[in-house]
């Protein structure tokens, strides 16, 4: 992000000064009702419904699904927006076509032109930024949109959308003051992207009560519901640091093998889900295929669209540096199982979080062999160190404390041996510091 008065930085100070922003403030920034979404879309002409989309909803993988989904559909020739959030480094990073930031240009000028209706209707900035994303995507007249909602799916101002299919990755503990204390109510916000009569697909089973969840609201709907799993055989092969090698069917189709640049198990759920909807689209001839784009899309997930963030390797080391955003009980967890496959002698953790999640539960599924370097990023909601510290010690996790996240990676790589790991992670926020 500039450090200057440029237009775009002049754009950006207003959309965070003037505007409730969840990443910065937390659940106090959320609104339980589409009404300025939906007043937007019409001060803009419905630029949603001048694009095709795919709605993505769910507790972990979103991010991953959607940018995977947006490689094999960029790979195959089609223009691609994706709407994801939060950022990490620039405000652009949200919305992209072909793996193309918006420029700073076309901020500048949605702000410019919007302002009086922004302070007028107190738009919040996820609002105002969802709205920014379809002009854009419907100026450019882009073949899809792969969207992902930002919290929830039944309140979350995305769900204006009318898609061609809606996916719902997994159910899990995270926002539960907002979403609901049952995994059940939490997957009926989450079922709230369910539209009439469009098919939806759930990338894992998870139990009677969130299934249940689906199925009513599916039923409601009258819209075709299916799990990855009955569409899709999917088999996991070698995997690295920088990627796994899987193999697949659909349906009736001849089996492949494909190598995805994306490491960890928890992206299994997530490829399967993407290869679903993928084949389920051209099914219902929305779109045309290739098998060798499709692994072409696969090898360069990184590279086509941007993704960053999700069990990256920055440095290979000697030590390794690696970094993941999971900032939830069950993403953490995976982290966790990952971690324990590797080879190291020791294990260096820069942690930090935010001070609305369930430390309780996040503590409580870390390694406890690591070596913690506790940090506070710079937002309002962090934790700070020296409170973190304290909590951790309950759960046996022992550290130090640190006046940055770059101070406490620069202690991490003071101590590490060449024959260790260190790990950066627990926060979006944590991470966007050091990439």
């Known amino acids: 992000m500039k450090k200057n008065n440029s237009p775009y930085q002049e754009a950006l100070d207003f959309l965070y000064a003037q505007l409730p922003m969840f990443q910065r403030q937390g659940s106090t920034a959320f609104k339980?009702?589409?009404?300025n979404s939906w007043r937007l879309s019409e001060r803009l002409g419905t630029p949603e419904k001048k694009f095709r989309s795919v709605h993505i909803a769910g507790t972990n993988g979103k991010g991953s699904t959607t940018h995977v989904l947006a490689a094999l559909l960029q790979a195959q020739g089609y223009k691609v927006g994706v709407y994801s959030s939060p950022h990490y480094k620039d405000f652009r990073e949200r919305i992209k076509i072909?793996?193309?930031?918006?420029?700073?240009?076309?901020?500048?000028?949605?702000?410019?032109?919007?302002?009086e209706f922004i302070l007028g209707q107190q738009l919040?900035?996820?609002?105002?930024?969802?709205?920014?994303?379809f002009h854009y995507f419907a100026q450019q007249?882009?073949?899809?949109?792969?969207?992902?909602?930002?919290?929830?799916?039944?309140l979350d101002s995305t769900n204006i959308i009318s898609p061609e299919l809606s996916l719902i990755?997994?159910?899990?503990?995270?926002?539960s003051d907002i979403l609901g204390e049952s995994l059940g109510l939490i997957a009926g916000e989450k079922a709230g992207i369910i539209k009439a009569q469009?098919?939806?697909?759930?990338?894992?089973?998870q139990g009677e009560e969130i299934a249940q969840a689906f199925a009513q609201k599916a039923k409601a709907e009258q819209a075709p519901l299916y799990y990855a799993e009955e569409l899709v055989q999917l088999n996991k092969g070698e995997e690295n640091v920088l990627g796994g090698h899987y193999n697949y069917q659909?349906?009736?189709?001849?089996?492949?093998?494909?190598?995805?640049?994306?490491?960890?198990d928890f992206q299994f759920f997530n490829l399967r889900l993407a290869l679903a909807a993928l084949h389920l689209m051209q099914e219902k001839q929305l779109i045309e295929l290739s098998e060798e784009k499709i692994k072409f899309a696969l090898a360069n997930i990184r590279s086509l669209t941007g993704f960053m963030g999700r069990w990256q390797l920055l440095e290979e080391g000697p030590p390794m540096l690696l970094c993941d955003s999971a900032h939830n009980v069950d993403g953490l967890r995976y982290l966790g199982q990952m971690l324990a496959k590797m080879e190291y002698a020791q294990l260096h953790f820069v942690f930090g979080m935010v001070r609305d999640k369930s430390t309780e539960k996040i503590l409580a599924a870390l390694p406890k062999a690591a070596n913690y370097y506790f940090a506070a990023a710079q937002i309002p909601r962090a934790k700070p160190a020296d409170q973190l510290l304290q909590e951790a010690a309950n759960f046996g996790l022992k550290g130090t404390t640190h006046e940055s996240?770059?101070?406490?990676?620069?202690?991490?790589?003071?101590?590490?041996?060449?024959?260790?790991?260190?790990?950066?992670?627990?926060?979006?926020?944590?991470?966007?510091?050091?990439?």
């Open 198 to 205: 469009t098919p939806v697909i759930i990338g894992e089973r």
């Open 32 to 35: 339980k009702t589409l009404d």
């Open 124 to 133: 919040s900035f996820f609002e105002l930024t969802v709205g920014m994303a």
């Open 405 to 435: 996240v770059a101070a406490a990676l620069a202690a991490a790589k003071a101590m590490a041996q060449k024959e260790d790991v260190i790990f950066v992670g627990g926060s979006i926020f944590v991470v966007a510091e050091i990439l």
């Open 98 to 115: 072909n793996g193309q930031y918006i420029s700073e240009e076309e901020v500048v000028n949605f702000v410019g032109e919007q302002k």
């Open 169 to 175: 990755t997994n159910i899990g503990w995270d926002h």
């Open 250 to 264: 659909y349906k009736d189709l001849a089996a492949a093998d494909i190598f995805l640049d994306l490491a960890g």
């Open 141 to 154: 007249k882009v073949d899809w949109a792969i969207i992902e909602t930002g919290l929830g799916g039944r």
